[in-house]
């Protein structure tokens, strides 16, 4: 743990130059279109058409932008215990991991699940529960702000090295009694490339809604506030103030929790105050979400990676 602090510092002094105008090559546009294209694709749920479709066109999209890309696939048998599937069912499973300057020890892991939900439990219509959600904001904001960042790597190469690590399984199961969820992120965190240390690492998660606001996450301030102080205090100094605010998310159980465990440094930045309208609702569709978000969020991305 102290490790990371130190190594944090040494890349604190070296991420000056050009921050503001590469982050403004953020095309949110871009990313905007990705979003429609993976929630017109279909459910991105395991087991799934689209889920198969949706990680061959990932992958091939990584694989025109970023150094290396990796499928990392697995197979997860669902435990007893979660309401909303049989115990016994083997899920095919995979991570992506694509990756820039794959050699250089100075690194940042950007995560985010590519996996939409198949159940959507908080629908205000009873007969809509037991569906799949669309997945706008949870799952293709955060896949297609990441896969934007990739394309701004491929055009302006960073200085340090970057992982962006695409999860999968995060939303398949059961929060109530953490069950089959969070699969893909455990099972990364359980299978780390050899000595890995991140300097920092962010999951971006539920990250365009129109009118966002995003709030410290009280995992992300207790386990890893000095990477928490970073993002914020680089948000405000990109104008995004209003969206970044100091005030408390309460403790979110995301795809950060098994990284923290395991003893990178990975906070979660997180749309908050969407999570309470269409969060798990059929109603996660394209147009809940905002260009301005998504610009906002993107540049930040691009921006403290320099
Ligand atoms: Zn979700």
Known sequence: ????????????????????????RFDAAQA?????????????????PAHDSIEAWLVRELKARADSVAVQAFTYVTQPG???????????????????????????????????????????????????????DDGASG???????ADVLKRYPPGVGVDLLFVDGEDYGDFDTMKDVLLGSTYFAQHLPPGYHPLFGVLWDMIAGRD?????EDNSVQFAPEVVDRVWSTADSLGLGGMFRRTDAGAIIDDHVPLLQAGLRVIDVIG????????HTLQDTPD????????GVGRLAVALLR
């Open 1 to 24: 743990m102290r490790r990371g602090v130190a190594l944090l510092a040494v890349a604190l002094a070296g991420a000056c130059h050009g921050e503001f105008s590469v982050a403004q």
């Open 32 to 48: 905007m279109r990705w979003v429609t294209y993976q929630v017109n694709a279909g459910p991105r749920v395991p087991g799934m």
């Open 82 to 136: 979660d309401k909303y599937h049989p115990a016994g069912d083997t899920l095919h499973l995979a991570n992506i991991l694509a990756r820039f300057r794959p050699a250089d020890p100075n690194r940042i892991l950007y995560l985010t699940h590519w996996d939409t939900r198949p159940v959507a439990e908080n629908d205000p219509n009873p007969a809509n529960r037991d569906k799949p959600i669309p997945g706008a």
């Open 143 to 149: 896949t297609a702000m990441l896969l934007e960042v």
């Open 212 to 216: 966002q606001v995003i709030e410290e």
């Open 272 to 279: 908050w105050r969407n999570y309470q309208t269409w969060h």
């Open 288 to 295: 809940k979400l905002s260009l301005a978000s998504m610009q």
